[in-house]
């Protein structure tokens, strides 16, 4: 009776113990490419999008545990790779969208597309051979319509930020051909945020704009990339980014690459990530482009407004270097002084400058107020402004653009003075 008890006791431990073991796995039981429009049998001639549906079902059935293959594909273009990508994820992707882009010819076109699931679960090192899921022919231009899109064979992508011009060669590939295409004969402003390591899409405060580029731009990316290369502008999931130093990265990056800045500026570009981190701000993507030449300069991007609170005439300078030249301005009792804030060229604007000198007429400011001061009075005059964000809409070639920017409210006033150590004039020696 003894042994029977530690029979059955030792057999419920096994058994509890394995049930941490138990894994559902599943894998794809059918695969599906469709597209969402057809003409007569044909796929548009300005576009459409690839569904592929993937049925995931389970192989091997066990609770609570759970483990899948991983997917890939490759779509073509007339026997050219256009767009690859894996699905990593499963369920999270219940049909995956590849945007197939406008047939800018005047010969319909064959489109192929390829899978391919692996042979491990969890893992894509191991993969079992390609196969054919899908073709059909996608139309072309009438012969008497002129080609749109034949001026972008060598355009260079233009990025404005901080009043700097920084142009980029574009890949041969599908996903840079429709960046590309985005900014044909017309510019477009982004948010992004400036950091030492790159320029990454602001994608929380563009979601609409995000998922435009998502349903616009095919992946085309790397499964074994294992660092990121400075001067590179990638697009992934959430957006795009400019690299702007070399980076390792763990695990797999689903990036694809669109184009690397031009050798001869580099440096410029580099620059962007030394010193602190930028924040938030706004860029320009226009192409360089001799048949459409539409490149946006920007005049200002806002205005610093510096107010006199006090009885007396004010002057005011803003500086580069403490040992500049300070060209002055006056400010009159109850005005303010209105300094442009700088985009394709440099501006005078206090958040351009590290240093402002201010006179007035019973106080001497013996030294010039320092942006990164800790002392009261700098801290005084630097941070405490009001900022509105204004949006306007200009006309480019025809097409209305958005002009976001910001003005801010600088003051000087009497608290300022009574922060700084001043002394009067007739007391310096």
Not at 53 to 76: A, D, Q
Not at 129 to 136: D, G, I, S, T, V
Not at 221 to 229: A, P, S, V
Request: glycine share 6%.
């Amino acid at each position: 009776m003894k042994l029977k008890h530690i029979i059955s006791a030792t057999l419920s431990c096994l058994i509890i113990s394995s049930c941490w073991d138990w894994v559902e796995y599943t894998a794809p039981t059918t695969e599906a490419m469709t597209a969402a429009t057809d003409e007569d049998g044909l796929l548009p001639q300005e576009g459409t999008t690839l569904h592929l549906t993937l049925n995931y079902g389970p192989v091997t059935k066990w609770e609570p545990g759970h483990s899948w293959k991983w997917y890939r594909y490759r779509v073509f273009v007339d026997g050219e790779l256009y767009s690859k990508g894996i699905i990593s994820e499963e369920g999270y992707y219940d049909v995956f969208d590849i945007p197939l882009i406008a047939n800018d010819s005047h010969s319909v076109r064959t489109v192929t597309a390829e899978g391919s699931m692996a042979l491990d679960f969890d893992s894509g090192d191991k993969w079992d051979e390609w196969h054919k899921l899908y073709e059909a022919r996608q139309a072309c231009l009438p012969d008497d319509q002129p080609l749109q899109y034949a001026e972008l064979e060598n355009a260079r992508l233009i990025m404005r930020i901080k009043g700097k011009q920084i142009p980029f060669v574009m890949d041969k590939n599908g996903a840079a051909e429709a960046f590309k295409r985005l900014f044909y004969e017309h510019a477009v402003v982004f948010r992004v945020q400036v950091n030492n390591d790159g320029i990454p899409f602001d994608w929380s405060s563009q979601g609409e704009m995000l998922n435009y580029l998502r349903a616009s731009i095919p992946q085309y990316h790397d499964e074994n990339r294992k660092e990121l290369k400075a001067g590179e502008v990638y697009f992934g999931y959430y957006g795009f980014s400019i690299c702007l130093k070399d980076q390792d990265i763990s695990g797999r990056s689903y990036l694809s690459t669109i184009g690397h800045v031009s050798p001869e500026s580099a440096d410029l570009l580099y620059s962007l990530a030394s010193g602190a981190p930028y924040g938030y701000t706004d860029i320009i993507f226009s192409l360089e482009n001799k048949a459409t030449d539409v490149l946006v300069e920007w005049a200002y991007n806002g205005w610093d407004d510096v107010y006199n609170d006090l009885d007396e005439v004010v002057a005011f300078a803003t500086c580069d270097d403490e040992n500049d030249a300070p060209l002055f301005h006056y400010i009159e009792p109850g005005e303010y002084l209105r300094l442009t804030a700088g985009c394709f060229v440099p501006g005078e604007s206090i958040r351009e400058h590290d240093y402002v000198f201010i006179l007035v007429s019973n106080y001497v400011f013996t030294d010039r107020l320092y942006a990164n001061g800790d002392e009261p009075w700098n801290k005084h005059f630097f941070t405490n402004y009001t900022e509105e964000k204004i949006t306007e809409q200009v006309n480019v070639a025809g097409f209305t653009l958005d002009h976001t920017y910001y003005t801010r409210k600088y003051h000087i006033d009497r608290e300022l003075l009574d922060l700084y150590p001043t002394v009067p004039p007739a007391a310096m020696t």
